[in-house]
């Protein structure tokens, strides 16, 4: 019985053991001061603690994420899902094939502990460029090595940090260009005929091409045929982003390192420099436009505003003050002033009027309301959208007359395609519910005379065969209201 007692004490000893030694390592990263060491303490102490530290030592689980969560320390064997997160340690388990429980000796050697900071892509870049890269390259790390396994080695080291820099610039939006490798620019000041060194520069100008002809391609009407039906506000979003962005290449492409890359073509009359120049030049040109437009448009962002917002009704009076700026947008601006750019916003505002009126209104209230109300909305919907493309006619003969050498030369269907068909739709509702109004005077009409029972019954007879074929629109499993829904005219035309 005593030796029985005396295993359960030691077992437990053991375990309170290894709890203190994942209480020593959180300790030191995440520093000693006094309020955040009671936080770890009364976590790793604590029943629920102990039993997930002890847990994890004695389980297949193979990692362990401890964080601070609403002010508490916890830990889970899930990476956590709580966001804007300080820091989190995360203690990872070697797989042993014989046992899955891990003894006090052998944390050091099995359980490895990882820092990860919420920029996880920014820290696996300092990683690796200040810590791997340097271990890994240095001569007497390479020792034995053959030279091809050595170079290739680097090489791919290389190709990572280059890749790791790139998707540094995607997550914040921007382009980044990789540049070569430190040694490069050594070697090229000693020598700069080196083939060697040549090619790993007219490499890097080729990754540089690539990256930012992808920028350069970049074009508003990509936001519209990807679907989703933007609004104006993504042009403006649009320009923004591109402006950033190739503010930020001319930039680095201004920089002492990539100037020296493309005299060192220069020099060596390497067949990419006059492809590459020719690059530079084009980023100049689309950085004056990007930077011009997104001027220009923050002139309209106002009125924009205001019309996704304001209230359906009231949006009317945004329509003359919008189509003057965008007329004076036409006038001055140097670049936003072709019929692909006005395409393109005039496309985008009937989208935002289109998505009003369809909350104004929409197939889900329609049946909802009395007819009358739903009829002297819709009523509202067209002479609102009506209105808009009345407002736009007016400015474009203004156009003809101060623009004539520019005119607003546009087809209607390219502006207004979407707009006009849902006034379509909105039509073949009103009418729909125009008629639903009629019928309802049907339901209590009593007629009179020798016939009159027979004839009463005919029209309560054709009152509930209309209403059952109205049930159709009222049970639909889509919104008539959107046009993206063509079953209405199956239904509808029936």
Same mark, same amino acid.
């Given at each position: 019985?005593?030796?029985?007692?005396?295993?359960?004490?030691?077992?437990?000893?053991?375990?309170?053991?290894?709890?203190?030694?994942?209480?020593?390592?959180?300790?030191?990263?995440?520093?000693?001061?006094?309020?955040?060491?009671?936080?770890?303490?009364?976590?790793?102490?604590?029943?629920?603690?102990?039993?997930?530290?002890?847990?994890?030592?004695?389980?297949?689980?193979?990692?362990?994420?401890?964080?601070?969560?609403?002010?508490?320390?916890?830990?889970?064997?899930?990476?956590?899902?709580?966001?804007?997160?300080?820091?989190?340690?995360?203690?990872?388990?070697?797989?042993?094939?014989?046992?899955?429980?891990?003894?006090?000796?052998?944390?050091?050697?099995?359980?490895?502990?990882?820092?990860?900071?919420?920029?996880?892509?920014?820290?696996?870049?300092?990683?690796?460029?200040?810590?791997?890269?340097?271990?890994?390259?240095?001569?007497?790390?390479?020792?034995?090595?053959?030279?091809?396994?050595?170079?290739?080695?680097?090489?791919?080291?290389?190709?990572?940090?280059?890749?790791?820099?790139?998707?540094?610039?995607?997550?914040?939006?921007?382009?980044?260009?990789?540049?070569?490798?430190?040694?490069?620019?050594?070697?090229?000041?000693?020598?700069?005929?080196?083939?060697?060194?040549?090619?790993?520069?007219?490499?890097?100008?080729?990754?540089?091409?690539?990256?930012?002809?992808?920028?350069?391609?970049?074009?508003?009407?990509?936001?519209?045929?990807?679907?989703?039906?933007?609004?104006?506000?993504?042009?403006?979003?649009?320009?923004?982003?591109?402006?950033?962005?190739?503010?930020?290449?001319?930039?680095?492409?201004?920089?002492?390192?990539?100037?020296?890359?493309?005299?060192?073509?220069?020099?060596?009359?390497?067949?990419?420099?006059?492809?590459?120049?020719?690059?530079?030049?084009?980023?100049?040109?689309?950085?004056?436009?990007?930077?011009?437009?997104?001027?220009?448009?923050?002139?309209?962002?106002?009125?924009?505003?205001?019309?996704?917002?304001?209230? @359906?009704?009231?949006?009317?009076?945004?329509?003359?003050? !919008? =189509?003057? #700026? *965008?007329?004076?947008?036409? +006038?001055?601006? /140097?670049?936003?002033?072709?019929?692909?750019?006005?395409?393109?916003?005039?496309?985008?505002?009937?989208?935002?009027?289109?998505?009003?009126?369809?909350?104004?209104?929409?197939?889900?209230?329609?049946?909802?309301?009395?007819?009358?109300?739903?009829?002297?909305?819709?009523?509202?919907?067209?002479?609102?959208?009506?209105?808009?493309?009345?407002?736009?006619?007016?400015?474009?003969?203004?156009?003809?007359?101060?623009?004539?050498?520019?005119?607003?030369?546009?087809?209607?269907?390219?502006?207004?395609?979407?707009?006009?068909? @849902?006034?379509?739709?909105?039509?073949?509702?009103?009418? !729909? =519910?125009? #008629? *639903?109004?009629?019928?309802? +005077?049907?339901? /209590?009409?009593?007629?009179?005379?020798?016939?009159?029972?027979?004839?009463?019954?005919?029209?309560?007879?054709?009152?509930?065969?209309?209403?059952?074929?109205?049930?159709?629109?009222?049970?639909?499993?889509?919104?008539?209201?959107?046009?993206?829904?063509?079953?209405?005219?199956?239904?509808?035309?029936?």
């Amino acid at each position: 019985m005593g030796d029985d007692d005396g295993g359960g004490a030691a077992k437990a000893r053991k375990a309170d053991a290894r709890c203190k030694w994942f209480e020593d390592r959180i300790l030191s990263s995440w520093g000693k001061m006094a309020a955040k060491a009671d936080k770890i303490t009364t976590w790793t102490q604590s029943e629920a603690g102990e039993k997930m530290l002890s847990g994890f030592c004695d389980s297949q689980n193979r990692c362990l994420y401890i964080f601070e969560a609403e002010g508490m320390v916890t830990g889970s064997t899930m990476p956590p899902v709580v966001s804007k997160l300080k820091k989190t340690l995360i203690f990872s388990k070697e797989e042993d094939p014989e046992t899955d429980s891990i003894s006090i000796d052998e944390l050091p050697k099995r359980v490895a502990v990882t820092e990860v900071s919420p920029d996880t892509i920014r820290q696996l870049m300092s990683l690796s460029k200040e810590i791997y890269f340097p271990l890994l390259t240095h001569p007497g790390n390479q020792d034995g090595w053959p030279d091809v396994i050595a170079k290739e080695l680097t090489e791919n080291l290389h190709k990572f940090l280059a890749n790791t820099y790139v998707t540094m610039g995607h997550m914040e939006g921007e382009t980044l260009l990789p540049l070569p490798p430190d040694d490069v620019y050594s070697s090229m000041e000693k020598n700069q005929h080196d083939k060697d060194s040549v090619h790993v520069l007219e490499t890097a100008v080729v990754a540089w091409t690539r990256q930012i002809k992808d920028v350069l391609r970049l074009d508003p009407e990509t936001v519209l045929k990807g679907g989703g039906h933007p609004g104006p506000m993504a042009e403006v979003d649009f320009w923004q982003n591109k402006a950033k962005n190739l503010n930020s290449i001319h930039e680095q492409l201004s920089s002492d390192k990539v100037r020296k890359v493309i005299k060192v073509l220069e020099v060596t009359k390497s067949t990419y420099f006059p492809a590459f120049n020719r690059l530079c030049k084009e980023v100049a040109q689309a950085r004056m436009e990007a930077n011009d437009n997104k001027v220009y448009l923050g002139a309209v962002e106002a009125y924009i505003t205001r019309l996704s917002n304001e209230s @359906f009704a009231d949006i009317e009076e945004v329509f003359k003050p !919008l =189509m003057h #700026t *965008i007329l004076l947008i036409w +006038k001055n601006s /140097k670049f936003y002033n072709t019929p692909a750019r006005l395409v393109v916003l005039m496309r985008e505002i009937c989208n935002d009027l289109i998505r009003q009126a369809a909350t104004f209104v929409s197939g889900d209230q329609m049946f909802e309301m009395e007819p009358q109300e739903a009829v002297d909305s819709l009523k509202i919907c067209l002479k609102v959208c009506v209105t808009f493309k009345s407002t736009y006619f007016d400015y474009k003969a203004r156009a003809s007359t101060e623009c004539p050498s520019n005119p607003w030369r546009f087809q209607n269907s390219a502006l207004f395609a979407r707009l006009d068909l @849902f006034l379509e739709r909105c039509h073949d509702v009103l009418d !729909l =519910m125009q #008629t *639903i109004v009629q019928f309802n +005077k049907l339901e /209590k009409i009593e007629v009179g005379g020798t016939k009159g029972k027979a004839l009463t019954s005919s029209v309560v007879q054709i009152y509930e065969e209309f209403m059952s074929a109205a049930t159709a629109f009222k049970e639909a499993s889509y919104d008539i209201m959107d046009v993206e829904h063509k079953e209405f005219d199956d239904d509808f035309y029936a």
